[in-house]
């Protein structure tokens, strides 16, 4: 499943761009999100799909949705409020698990990449598995790049875009994540569902990602775990113009 929704009235990279969607940007000759669907399909791991966005506005006027959806057995679903209630109706779509949930900005996305966390995951005692890139990997290829670091006792990581949905109880992980959407202008709801003794020791620096993931999956009513991607690459998703830079650099062999 594709994640391609646009938030109402697109976003600051889309506007700066000129575009009726983000992941329509141009990286190195081809659309953001025609590389992900290329990938996927080339890929071991998966056999059809669905993309959840753009809206049906943008689709009507942008013949490279449409020629992309063409071109591949992935079927167009509208997006709803939010990711994790996307993420929901796209599940409802295919109807089977396990579900490999990625995003359509994350353009450096590879096959192997995603077979690797394919397997990893399938082979985890887990309902619902997110991926991580170690951030010193991140800093040490891409120190020019800002990206958002989650610091544990013992590490500190970079999100990667890519869930793995592995059974129906997984479910319950987007369904948690949608709860704590609708309360994102409530924080005291968002604390009290996560656990403020959660929050306050990831704020000291208290927690060890296995914590962590214990911590999650009782919060979440499911298993929850979690694959370590050793490629750099893997944390780089292009919704910003340094972003979108850093991405042709890669993909023309200039990093």
Known sequence: MVLAGERPGGSAFSRELGLSASVLVDVAGKSSLRRVIETLESSGSV??????????????????ISDILAESSFQWLAPETGPSASALAGMEKLNQFPVLLTAGDHAL??????????????????????????????????????????????????????????????????AFWRSLEADRKRPWKMARKIGP???????????????????????????????????????????SVADRDLAVR???GKI
């Open 250 to 252: 890669i993909l023309t």
């Open 109 to 174: 996305l590879t096959p192997a990449i995603v077979d690797d966390f394919c397997t990893r995951a399938a082979e985890l005692d887990a309902d619902v598995v997110f991926g991580l890139a170690p951030y010193p990997r991140v800093r040490e290829a891409f120190p020019e790049s800002k990206r958002t670091v989650l610091r544990f006792t013992d590490g500190s990581y970079c999100g990667t875009n890519l869930f793995a949905i592995l059974t129906p109880q997984g479910k319950a992980g987007p």
């Open 47 to 64: 056999s059809d799909g669905v993309l959840c966005g753009p809206d049906h506005t943008v689709c009507e006027t942008e013949p490279e």
């Open 197 to 239: 003794g959660l929050i306050l020791k990831f704020f000291f620096r208290r927690l060890t990602l296995d914590s962590v993931l214990e911590s999650l999956s009782r919060a979440m009513g499911c298993k929850v775990g979690c694959v370590v991607i050793e490629n750099p690459r893997v944390a780089v998703d292009v919704d």
